[in-house]
T-cell receptor
Framework: DAMVIQNPRYQVTQFGKPVTLSCSQT?????MYWYQQKSSQAPKLLFH???????NEADTPDNFQSRRPNTSFCFLDIRSPGLGDAAMYLC????????????FGPGTRLTVT | GQQVMQIPQYQHVQEGEDFTTYCNSS?????IQWYKQRPGGHPVFLIQ???SGEVKKQKRLTFQFGEAKKNSSLHITATQTTDVGTYFC???????????WGAGTKLIIKP
């Protein structure tokens, strides 16, 4: 089945130790998104790609970076995780911009110790 | 800035009772989307409304988009345990078409 896959599902990292989360999609969608979601809150958009065109949200910390080497894969790099970065990280895709629905992966739960 | 407000934050209902969540935008929206997130799960797209005054139904779920395209509601008739979760509305931002999300309404079924 076509889908959005995230690995790992759970990630534990130490304070300040770089971590990379990965996302892949078989939907062949142009747009890929990274969201951060904390408990009982709405997803917060960090950045998105339209094809290889990268778009950063104004309030996304510099600590967060992203790479999209090809249509199918997208990575989220957290250079120096702090305790406040512990959250669920959701990858999503859409065929086009927000005029169309987004398809979410299962998420990666990040714990920072 | 552009905002999407959603109320209530929580709603406790007995199984079989109805549930409604309301969404209100500070600006006119080109469309509004609704997502459901089960506990421990990820958001799942339910529906998109595009036309002024549009009403769509999915079994026991009824979605409405206001005439001014600034508000929307989701009504669930006769809730079941499978309806438990958080319901989010989201609309495109004027500046870059990315979704602005409401805060969500958590549906809790009383034991």
């Amino acid at each position: 089945d076509a889908m959005v896959i995230q690995n790992p599902r759970y990630q534990v990292t130490q304070f300040g130790k770089p971590v990379t989360l990965s996302c892949s999609q078989t939907l062949n969608h142009n747009v890929m998104y990274w969201y951060q979601q904390k408990s009982s809150q709405a997803p917060k958009l960090l950045f998105h790609y339209y094809d290889k065109d990268f778009n950063n949200e104004a309030d996304t910390p510099d600590n967060f970076q992203s790479r999209r080497p090809n249509t199918s894969f997208c990575f989220l790099d957290i250079r120096s995780p702090g305790l406040g970065d512990a959250a669920m990280y959701l990858c999503a895709t859409s065929r086009e911009y927000a005029a169309k629905e987004q398809y979410f992966g299962p998420g990666t739960r990040l714990t920072v110790t | 800035g552009q905002q999407v407000m959603q109320i209530p934050q929580y709603q406790h209902v007995q199984e079989g009772e109805d549930f409604t969540t309301y969404c209100n935008s500070s600006t006119t929206l080109s469309n509004i989307q609704w997502y459901k997130q089960r506990p421990g799960g990820h958001p799942v797209f339910l529906i998109q409304l595009v036309k002024s005054g549009e009403v769509k139904k999915q079994k026991r779920l009824t979605f409405q988009f206001g005439e001014a395209k600034k508000n929307s509601s989701l009504h669930i008739t006769a809730t079941q345990t499978t309806d438990v979760g958080t319901y989010f509305c989201a609309g495109p931002r004027d500046s870059n078409y990315q979704l602005i999300w409401g805060a969500g309404t958590k549906l809790i079924i009383k034991p």
